[in-house]
T-cell receptor, first 111, second 117 residues
C-alpha cells in the first residue's frame, strides 16, 4: 500500500516564484527522501532528512519534517524553468530497502 | 562516469513472450532494485537484492523474475504470466548505510519502457 502522499498533485507557477509541495505518511519513520523525475527519465535524489532533524537545506531546496503530524514539505525557492518535473517523497516501510512512494507532485514553471 | 545503465530504452513485446530488461551498475553498490511506474503513479517495488545471489520479492513480484549472479548486474525478466506488463521500468542501486537513522539513497537508471502489442 502507498504510504507517502504528495500534495498538490499538480502545481503551476511563474518562474522566480517559490514552490511548496507536501508529503504525508502514515507510520513512524527513520528518514524521508525527496526525488525529482524529469519527464520520461529516471529519478534523481534531492535530499534526505532523518527523523531527528526538523529542517534541512540544499541550495535552493528547503525540506522540513514534522514527525508529530507525519508530514514533510519541500520548498523550492526562486524557481527556474529547469525545475519543471515531478517530485516524489519516499519513506521506508519494513526496512530501508523497501521504500514507499507517493504519486508525486507535477511542477510546471512558466517562463 | 559511475552510474546505472538500463537497456533497452524501448521494448515491444507480443503477448505470450518473455522479455528481459538489463540493468548494470558500476557504482560498487551492494543493493539493487526494480520498480514499475504506471502513468500518474508512484513507484512500486518488484524485486530487490541486498547482496549477490540473494533477492526478495517486493509488492508486485507476480509475473516477474530476477537473478543476481554478479554484483554489477540485476536483470529483470517479464514473463508471459504478467497480465499487464505495459509500463515504465526503473532499476536502481544503493550503497549500504549502517549509520544511525540511516537510509538507502537510490541511484536510478534512465528507465526502460515496455509496450505489449
Amino acid at each position: 500500500s502507498q504510504q507517502g502522499e504528495e500534495d498538490p498533485q499538480a502545481l503551476s507557477i511563474q518562474e522566480g516564484e517559490n514552490a511548496t509541495m507536501n508529503c504525508s505518511y502514515k507510520t513512524s519513520i527513520n528518514n524521508l527522501q525527496w526525488y525529482r523525475q524529469n519527464s520520461g527519465r529516471g529519478l534523481v535524489h534531492l535530499i534526505l532528512i532523518r527523523s531527528n532533524e526538523r529542517e534541512k537545506h540544499s541550495g535552493r531546496l528547503r525540506v522540513t519534517l514534522d514527525t508529530s503530524k507525519k508530514s514533510s514539505s519541500l520548498l523550492i525557492t526562486a524557481s527556474r524553468a529547469a525545475d519543471t518535473a515531478s517530485y516524489f517523497c519516499a519513506t521506508p516501510r519494513d526496512s530501508n530497502y523497501q521504500l514507499i512512494w507517493g504519486a508525486g507532485t507535477k511542477l510546471i514553471i512558466k517562463p | 562516469d559511475g552510474g546505472i545503465t538500463q537497456s533497452p530504452k524501448y521494448l515491444f513485446r507480443k503477448e505470450g513472450q518473455n522479455v528481459t530488461l538489463s540493468c548494470e551498475q558500476n557504482l560498487n553498490h551492494d543493493a539493487m532494485y526494480w520498480y514499475r511506474q504506471d502513468p500518474g503513479q508512484g513507484l512500486r517495488l518488484i524485486y530487490y537484492s541486498q547482496i549477490v545471489n540473494d533477492f526478495q520479492k517486493g509488492d508486485i513480484a507476480e509475473g516477474y523474475s530476477v537473478s543476481r549472479e554478479k554484483k554489477e548486474s540485476f536483470p529483470l525478466t517479464v514473463t508471459s504470466a504478467q497480465k499487464n506488463p505495459t509500463a515504465f521500468y526503473l532499476c536502481a542501486s544503493s550503497a549500504r548505510d549502517t549509520s544511525y537513522l540511516g537510509a538507502n539513497v537510490l541511484t536510478f537508471g534512465a528507465g526502460s519502457r515496455l509496450t505489449v502489442l
